[in-house]
T-cell receptor, first 113, second 114 residues
Framework: QKEVEQNSGPLSVPEGAIASLNCTYSDRGSQSFFWYRQYSGKSPELIMSIYSNGDKEDGRFTAQLNKASQYVSLLIRDSQPSDSATYLCAVNYGQNRDDKIIFGKGTRLHILP | NAGVTQTPKFQVLKTGQSMTLQCAQDMNHNSMYWYRQDPGMGLRLIYYSASEGTTDKGEVPNGYNVSRLNKREFSLRLESAAPSQTSVYFC?????????????FGPGTRLTVL
């Protein structure tokens, strides 16, 4: 059973601090990793993709991937109240174009003003 | 460029009624997906279509059927709705390049089955 695990939270972080969100996955064959943000009542929105070990930065967001330890994380610097949302980790198993994504259940992030 | 669109936004059905959820994308993507999202369960794949003319079952296909009408459109049909199908339904599409699968979601349909 391929699984993606996330702490459900809520994770409370003061405004201006760094929010750290973590995700582990079960299958070493995973090739692609994604972070989605979902505001309450809205659809998931892709914010980061990462495909190789190391860090990938995009504005205030940094995705970190460690395939040996099978975890992927998302750092949000200078957290803002508008970052309050549920963050979904997603993992694409395999290399075929029709491979499916497995989503974690999400971590609720609350930025404290 | 609307991205992924879904209709209707909200729907209330009685047990045993049927309905079709519509999805269309204007990004020329090959692959399309239908998910349901329930509290505490996360996003679960119902059906997907890797390309025009093909469809495959996902994790929770029972009680649903799909049609990939053309490259743009992918519909989800509930033949005889049950209260257990009360959920939020999302359609997504992706280019599904080798080794990647960035998916883009529609706004969702909130379905209640009484």
């Amino acid at each position: 059973q391929k699984e993606v695990e996330q702490n459900s939270g809520p994770l409370s972080v003061p405004e201006g601090a760094i929010a750290s969100l973590n995700c582990t996955y079960s299958d070493r064959g995973s090739q692609s990793f994604f972070w989605y943000r979902q505001y309450s009542g809205k659809s998931p929105e892709l914010i980061m993709s990462i495909y190789s070990n190391g860090d990938k930065e995009d504005g205030r967001f940094t995705a970190q991937l460690n395939k040996a330890s099978q975890y992927v994380s998302l750092l949000i610097r200078d957290s803002q109240p508008s970052d309050s949302a549920t963050y979904l980790c997603a993992v694409n198993y395999g290399q075929n174009r029709d491979d499916k994504i497995i989503f974690g259940k999400g971590t609720r992030l609350h930025i404290l003003p | 460029n609307a991205g992924v669109t879904q209709t209707p936004k909200f729907q209330v059905l009685k047990t045993g009624q049927s309905m079709t959820l519509q999805c269309a994308q204007d990004m020329n993507h090959n692959s399309m997906y239908w998910y349901r999202q329930d509290p505490g369960m996360g996003l679960r794949l119902i059906y997907y279509s890797a390309s025009e003319g093909t469809t495959d079952k996902g994790e929770v296909p029972n009680g649903y059927n799909v049609s990939r009408l053309n490259k743009r459109e992918f519909s989800l049909r509930l033949e005889s709705a049950a209260p257990s199908q009360t959920s939020v339904y999302f359609c997504a599409s992706s280019e599904a390049l080798q080794g990647s699968n960035e998916q883009f979601f529609g706004p969702g349909t909130r379905l209640t089955v009484l």
